[in-house]
Structure formats: structure tokens, C-alpha cells
């Protein structure tokens, strides 16, 4: 069981970027899907979380407005689109799976991906 995260690399402030986590050796169907990140030195921090049927999406408040998180269940993915993106977005972003209901607890994810790094140049 696996997630892998792609899309991840270097932009300048203002720019856009792209996050796909692709889930493989399950369906995730059920299971809420999230992104979190973790910037050099600092806590592991949510980000944001889509229910499993779509019917619940949580933003942590500085990504408000500038991120969106979807997913495809057909192709077993999770994106998260950000635009507008500041120098302090930088981080290692993680996509995780919970079975618990649009959880930001990162303890209650039970299957993580390994991380992207996103990098935003000021």
C-alpha cells in the first residue's frame, strides 16, 4: 500500500504549483485524504482534507482562499492546487489517508506518502 506525491518544485512567490498523490495497493475510496507539510524546524502542520465522498473540505487558515483540494476516487488521487503562494509555504508537503471523518489530527492517518518538496522564491 502505498501513496506517492508528485508535482512539488521550485516557483516564486505568486506563482502556482500542483500537488497529485496517487494512492496504489487499496482503494481509498473511503478513506478522508489530506495534505499537510512541514517546513525545516518546524511541526508537521495540516493543510487541508477532503472527505471521502466529497461532501467535507477543511483549510488550514493561512491556505484559505489560495488552495483547493479535489480528488479523483476513479483514478485513486488527491490534488491540491495552490496558487497564490507565499516564500512561507515552503515545505516537504505530505498527503496522507485517515478513515476517521476529515480528521486534522495527523495521528489519526493511518498511511502516509513519502513528501514533495515545494520551495516558493521570493
Known amino acids: 500500500v502505498q501513496l506517492q506525491a508528485s508535482g512539488g518544485g521550485l516557483v516564486q512567490a505568486g506563482g502556482s504549483l500542483r500537488l497529485s498523490c496517487a494512492g496504489s495497493?487499496?482503494?481509498?475510496?473511503?478513506?478522508?485524504m489530506a495534505w499537510f507539510r512541514q517546513a525545516p524546524g518546524k511541526e508537521r502542520q495540516f493543510v487541508s482534507v477532503?472527505?471521502?465522498?466529497?461532501?467535507?473540505?477543511y483549510y488550514e487558515d493561512s491556505v484559505k482562499g489560495r488552495f483547493i483540494i479535489s480528488r479523483d476516487s476513479a483514478k485513486n488521487t488527491v490534488y491540491l492546487q495552490m496558487n497564490g503562494l507565499k516564500p512561507e509555504d515552503t515545505a516537504v508537503y505530505y498527503c496522507?489517508?485517515?478513515?476517521?471523518?476529515?480528521?486534522?489530527?495527523?495521528?489519526?492517518?493511518?498511511?502516509w506518502g513519502r513528501g514533495t518538496q515545494v520551495t516558493v522564491s521570493s
Open positions: 496522507a489517508a485517515s478513515r476517521s471523518p476529515y480528521t486534522r489530527q495527523s495521528s489519526e492517518y493511518e498511511f
Open positions: 495497493g487499496r482503494s481509498f475510496t473511503y478513506y478522508s
Open positions: 477532503h472527505s471521502w465522498n466529497g461532501a467535507n473540505t
